[in-house]
């Protein structure tokens, strides 16, 4: 109990009274025992053909008992587990905003780790009591689901080999695919709860569905990994298992590895990185520095572990099945292998330059710690992007030098030009935040975007259509304003046509912005830093 923290203390003061903890045990006893007598009354009237003879030479029947809670209680348990357990998990968070208590909590002396793990099962902790309690029913009715099924069910096509019958490693099985999506949702709920929170938003039964369809369908993708015998006949999930993963292997950085488990490291490798982050996301609200190292840890990896499925070390065939269909027949292109670590770290980037939009405080405090030349400050204040956006650089410069025979200059000019236009659009994005005194500066950015790749594009091209009046010669002013590589990023075979007009764009934001941070250049917080 130390151990989880007093978060968890609190919660699990609050969820359970002598009431609602007893409560649940009663209604499973009534109607175990209502279950139970049910069976015995159909025991008195069974035919005789439905009497069967084991080793020992007893008379069974054909059904048992627990089946019939197996058909209660598993349907009570998804919904318990899922559904109620991420309601519970989405608004763990948004009600310390909504109960005013959250600032309390920001200025006491619980840690980051407390808090996390407080959330996560404290705010679940009455979920997860009445789903062990339903489990082991559950489990020992699907144990007996070969034996016929209760009168009030459908009928089942009962194997005839009892090598098709469950046994402890598929009740193993299914325990595992019911408990580990669970606390999924739970973990996604939880941080999205928190995201809500830091962002001011509302969107706690969005959240609720979301993650409760995320684990319900990791639930059933489980279910057909580990071909859990009779589970998926009994709850329809014929689909899913018509995939036959015994024997499958992934390639992955040209070698094959066993499906199961490489996709259950995969599921380890996602609820760690998860984890990571809601411990991150706390430590931030809490008022607690961090270093960026483990965020860039984790797109790092996040871009091997992609770009692995579409490196393979035989000749002519590097790439895997799984990307067969966006493959040429020689092979996929070699910018391909580049593409998700520039895609991954410039979607980074946009989104820590949108972060950073109106922080000017952030700025000074990095700035500052620069010029103190304290390392560990400058560390805990550098803005995400001055990492990322140097590794999306470098990523397209070692494709144009690794490419040889294959260097295209169009694609060149494609991912430079994005690049740059992410660049000006930042800078509009800095000048509009901070030189806006009435604080509109998302509404201003967003007209922004609007004209920007909109309005002036369509409005340029009309009057230079009405100027030009049908003629195949195009005056210079044409040629340039005409540029569609002006106003959108575009494969363009000439690198002055493509890149030259966003490069000066970029430079007039720059010269802009300059201008806008005057008064805080001359703030005396930089001057006695």
């Known amino acids: 109990m130390n151990i989880l923290g007093p978060e968890f203390k609190r919660y699990c003061w609050m969820r359970f009274s002598q009431f609602s903890t007893f409560i649940v045990l009663i209604l499973i006893a009534v109607c175990l025992g209502l279950i139970y007598v049910s069976y015995l009354v159909e025991l008195e009237s ?9 080793e020992q030479n007893l008379v069974y029947p054909d059904f048992h008992w627990s089946v019939g809670a197996y058909y209660l209680f598993a349907p009570i348990l998804f919904f318990v587990a899922y559904l109620y357990g991420a309601l519970e998990a989405a608004t763990s968070f948004s009600t310390e905003r ?18 996390m793990l407080g959330k996560l099962f404290g705010s679940t902790s009455y979920v997860w009591y009445i789903t062990l309690l339903l489990l082991p029913i559950v489990l020992y009715g699907y144990a007996h689901l070969h034996e016929d099924i209760y009168r009030w069910t459908k009928p089942v096509n009962v194997p005839t080999s009892i090598d098709q019958y469950p046994d402890w490693l598929d009740i193993c099985k299914l325990a595992f695919v019911i408990i580990v999506p669970a606390f999924l949702t739970h973990l996604i709920a939880t941080f999205g709860s928190l995201q809500n929170m830091v962002y001011g938003k509302k969107n706690s039964l969005i959240i609720t569905i979301i993650s409760a369809g995320l684990g319900v369908y990791l639930h059933r993708f489980l279910t057909s990994v580990l071909s859990i015998k009779l589970y998926s006949e009994f709850f329809g999930f014929k689909v899913l298992n018509k995939m036959n993963y015994d024997g499958a292997t992934a390639e992955w950085f040209g070698h094959n590895f066993q499906a199961i488990p490489f996709i259950l490291l995969t599921l380890l490798y996602l609820f760690i990185c998860l984890s990571v982050a809601l411990y991150r996301l706390c430590r931030r609200e809490l008022n607690f520095q961090s270093f960026p190292f483990f965020a860039l840890l984790f797109y790092a990896s ?7 499925f579409f490196v393979n070390s035989v000749p002519n065939e590097n790439v895997s099945g799984l990307f067969k269909g966006f493959a040429q027949k020689n092979g996929i292109e070699l910018y391909m292998v580049f593409m998700p670590t520039y895609i991954i770290f410039l979607g980074v980037t946009v989104k820590s330059l949108w972060y950073m939009g109106d922080r000017i405080g952030d700025y000074q405090r990095f700035i500052m710690a620069l010029k103190r030349k304290n390392l560990k400050r400058t560390l805990e204040n550098v803005p995400m992007w001055m990492f990322t956006a140097p590794v999306v650089l470098a990523t397209i410069l070692l494709w144009c030098f690794t490419a040889g025979e294959a260097f295209d200059v169009s694609l060149s000019v494609l991912f430079f030009s994005i690049i740059a236009f992410i660049m000006r659009d930042a800078l509009a994005l800095h000048i509009l935040s901070l030189g806006d005194r009435f604080k509109r500066g998302g509404l201003l950015f967003v007209v922004y975007i609007v004209f920007a790749y909109a309005i002036l594009p369509y409005a340029q091209w009309s009057i230079m259509e009405l100027v030009n009046g049908g003629s195949d010669t195009k005056s210079w002013a044409q040629v340039v304003f005409g540029n569609p590589s002006m106003y959108f990023p575009t494969n363009n075979n000439s690198v002055a046509l493509g890149l030259v007009p966003i490069a000066i764009q970029v430079t007039i934001a720059t010269y802009i912005l300059w201008r806008v941070l005057k008064p805080y250049r001359a703030s005396p917080e930089l001057k006695t830093a």
């Open 46 to 54: 069974v035919s005789a053909d439905r009497m069967h003879y084991n």
């Open 302 to 308: 996040l871009s091997a572990y992609v770009t692995g």
């Open 98 to 115: 909504s109960g005013k208590t959250w600032d309390w909590k920001k200025i006491s002396a619980i840690r980051p780790i407390h808090l």
